[in-house]
């Protein structure tokens, strides 16, 4: 029993031994093949493995166009297959993406509202399949004046005051630039620039957009070229810009009316305004307006404002001195003096006539009535300011005769029904106080249905419209 029971035993010693062993070389082989398992890893990687290549960092450049354009500039990058512009438009928003550019290109323009765009900053990204390499970024605070727009004379000089006055057709590709300084005696469209030798005598430039750019379209002068007249001081374009009306407060001749004899400066400063139009690219006279009342220091061409069509001009007179009222009072009533007027006329084909002569309600000396005058575009609504009119009234129609706040200014409103004019308003401040001039500066909407009004400057604290 004993003998068998050791035998038993050593069965079951042998069998241990065995599984133990076999045991032991299954982790060795285990341990073998994941170390061999590593190694091919290693190995596969090692030979699956490709270099990251990253176009160069491209550079870039920025500079201003007019109008409202940057142009972005730079050299090709080798292994690009496509640009990526990014902005950053305020310095706080960060770079989106904001243009897509071939591989092929080394410049893009962007046009832009510049007033967004102040503290602008662009990146150009260079890119291929492995990634993208960004510029350094540009920023646009030297290049907004550019990509404004610069005008300039054609025959700039100093002390010529270009852009005194400037008006804009509607459609915002014709402009003309008033310089009531500038000096040359030339007369008429194009003539020498270059004679400065009638000191302030004025001139008008009128430019015209093609495309993307400007160009000078005519060098605008009066037809009795004098010294010290100041054409251009005042000047306006129909919408079209194929009329232009330009003043000159300070000429001088003593004619009446229209077309009448320019060489006679029997009248100084009694203003004259000159009515010029164009025939293609093409820029004539038109006709020569004086008032129908002329004196010495009135000053008629102070202001102008036409017609969309242009066939309707007023012209303010703000020194004449008429102690009329209303529409077409007696002209020949020189005891209020510097009260003002008012000029209305008609274009019929070519010809030209005065319409209206307009006075206010309460005409009063040195109450400047025609400083400032605006026309609706149909040309049947009128707005005049009189910046030194002196009545305490606020308001709409307020009491006229109340003079108790000097300079305050006021507002007139007058209607056409197409026959006649009349007052349809008397516009004062809501706050009413002495030498705000309320008035220096009226503008009409093109229905006509909507005034703005400024006053000053001597209330340049305060400056409302």
């Known amino acids: 029993m004993n003998s068998n029971k050791d035998s038993d035993m050593l069965k079951t010693l042998r069998l241990s031994g065995v599984l133990l062993l076999g045991l032991t070389l299954l982790a060795c082989g285990s341990e073998s093949d994941s170390n061999d398992d590593d190694n091919d890893t290693s190995d596969n990687s090692s030979g699956n493995q490709s270099a990251i290549t990253l176009p160069d960092a491209p550079t870039l450049s920025l500079t201003g166009q ?59 990204e260079a890119c291929n399949s492995d990634g993208c390499t960004d510029s350094d970024p540009v920023f646009v605070d030297t290049n907004l004046a550019e990509a404004v727009g610069y005008f300039k004379a054609s025959n700039a000089d100093e002390d010529d005051q270009f852009g005194y006055s400037v008006a804009l057709s509607s459609d915002g590709s014709t ?4 310089a009531r300084e500038e000096q040359s005696s030339a007369t008429g469209v194009e003539g020498n620039q270059d004679d400065n030798s009638a000191n302030a005598s004025g001139a008008v430039y009128v430019f015209q957009k093609d495309g993307d750019s400007w160009q000078q379209q005519a060098y605008v002068k009066a037809s009795n070229t004098d010294g010290v007249d100041w054409f251009g ?35 100084s400063d009694s203003g004259a305004v000159y009515v010029f139009v164009r025939d293609g690219d093409d820029w004539s006279q038109q006709a020569y307006l004086k008032a129908s009342n002329t004196r010495e220091d009135h000053e008629f061409g102070f202001s102008v404002s036409l017609s969309g069509d242009g066939d309707l001009l007023a012209v303010g007179a703000r020194y004449e001195d008429s102690a009329a009222t209303g529409i077409d009072g007696n002209q020949l009533d020189d005891s209020s003096f510097k009260s003002g ?4 006329f008609s274009r019929s084909s070519t010809t030209w006539s005065q319409q209206a002569y307009i006075k206010a309600s309460n005409t009063d000396a040195g109450n400047d009535f025609g400083t400032s005058v605006a026309l609706s575009a149909d040309g049947q609504t009128l707005a005049v300011g009189a910046d030194k ?19 305050s200014g006021a507002a007139y409103v007058f209607v056409h029904d197409g026959t006649n004019w009349s007052q349809q308003a ?40």
């Open 426 to 465: 008397y516009i004062k401040a809501s706050n009413t106080e002495a030498n705000d001039w309320f008035g220096n500066s009226v503008t009409l909407s093109a229905d006509g249905n909507t005034l703005a009004v400024y006053s000053g400057p001597h209330d340049l604290d305060h400056g409302h419209r």
């Open 233 to 267: 001081e005042a000047l306006v374009l129909s919408d079209d810009g194929d009329t232009l009306a330009v003043g000159a407060r300070l000429e001088d001749s003593g004619a009446k009316g229209v077309s009448g004899i320019q060489s006679d400066d029997s009248a």
């Open 389 to 407: 009119e002196d009545s305490s009234a606020t308001g709409i129609d307020g009491d006229e005769s109340d003079k108790s706040e000097g300079q």
């Open 175 to 178: 402009m003309a630039v008033g």
């Open 341 to 344: 007027a008012v000029y209305v």
């Open 66 to 124: 007019s109008i409202k354009t940057f142009a972005f500039n730079w050299p090709e990058v080798s292994g690009a297959t496509g640009y990526r512009l990014l902005e950053n438009p305020d310095d706080v928003s960060g770079y989106p993406e904001i243009a897509s550019i071939a591989a092929d290109a080394t410049s893009h323009e962007l046009d832009v509202f510049l007033p967004g765009r102040i503290n602008a900053s662009y990146i150009l």
